[in-house]
């Protein structure tokens, strides 16, 4: 259980064409008090990642940054708005007409114009729930292993210095003793 001290840990992630990046930094604080920055597509997972970080770090001032990127078209639908699409041709052919400009409008280029392609994302959340979580517990871990690493340095140290202090104390004593 990590209790305070700064730290940092990282994971990356890839699984079936998707990659999660978790960074966890963390500095001294009486509390816990964890900051997230995420995509926004990711935000309803806020809870759940605290939740997982606090199962392992007691306090500290935590702040948390993911990354998620989708290179796979498995989940990706695109709808073209034809609405949206027919009216933009009407306006094109009638200003075509009025300003007798030829009317040849290409498929292409309506779909360049504002709204007419939606791209949509159909993912399963229950998996990207789970692959994420997962990140964040390797991430945690490595925040983990860090954190004991500068504890047992700062173990090392302090015995070296209350040796010192040991040392001086003995040739005090000798000294306070022999004048006396």
Known sequence: MIRSMTGYGKAILDEDSREYQVEIKSVNHRYLDISIKMPRELSYMEEEIKREISKKVRR???????SFKNYGAEGISIEINKELAKAYIKEFRKLAEEENLQDDIE???????PDVLIVKENEDDQKIKQELIECVANATDNLAKMKEKEGEKLAQDLLVRINEIKEKIKKISRTFYWTY
């Open 60 to 66: 500290g001032k935590v702040d948390v940054t993911v």
């Open 107 to 113: 498929v292409t280029e309506v779909t360049k114009l």
